[in-house]
């Protein structure tokens, strides 16, 4: 049975840091790439960042640039998504994704997401 986990999150100030955590079990891969995504209350979903299993190849969305970190424990199937200097905007919905590639992380498997607010 696959099942994938975020935890992590949380009521963080303006300005402020957090991490969240995605562990993976059951994968029917034996490598995979992994992302994050979100969803703002009243938006869309957003692609936050993607990286290979190697992390060759790692892809952030214009919005985290430079504030938000993907890295991953292989060993342990588990990724993570350091955020810094938190916006309100960041507020969302933050799911994890995992697949055999970036591109096909939406048709993936993903978490149940677990929810950030940053707040004042």
């Known amino acids: 049975q696959v099942q994938v986990v975020e935890s992590g999150g949380g009521l963080v100030q303006i300005g402020g840091s957090l991490r969240l955590s995605c562990a993976a079990s059951g994968l029917p891969y034996n490598t995979y790439s992994m992302g994050w995504y979100r969803r703002a209350p009243g938006k869309d979903r957003e692609f936050v960042v993607a990286t290979t299993w190697t992390g060759s190849v790692t892809h952030y969305g214009d919005s985290v640039k430079g504030r938000f970190t993907i890295s991953r424990d292989n060993t342990k199937n588990t990724w993570y998504l350091e955020m810094s200097r938190l916006k309100p905007e960041d507020t969302a919905i933050y799911y994890c994704?995992?697949?055999?590639?970036?591109?096909?992380?939406?048709?993936?498997?993903w978490g149940q997401g677990i929810e950030v607010t940053v707040s004042s």
């Open positions: 994704a995992a697949s055999t590639s970036i591109a096909t992380l939406e048709s993936g498997y």
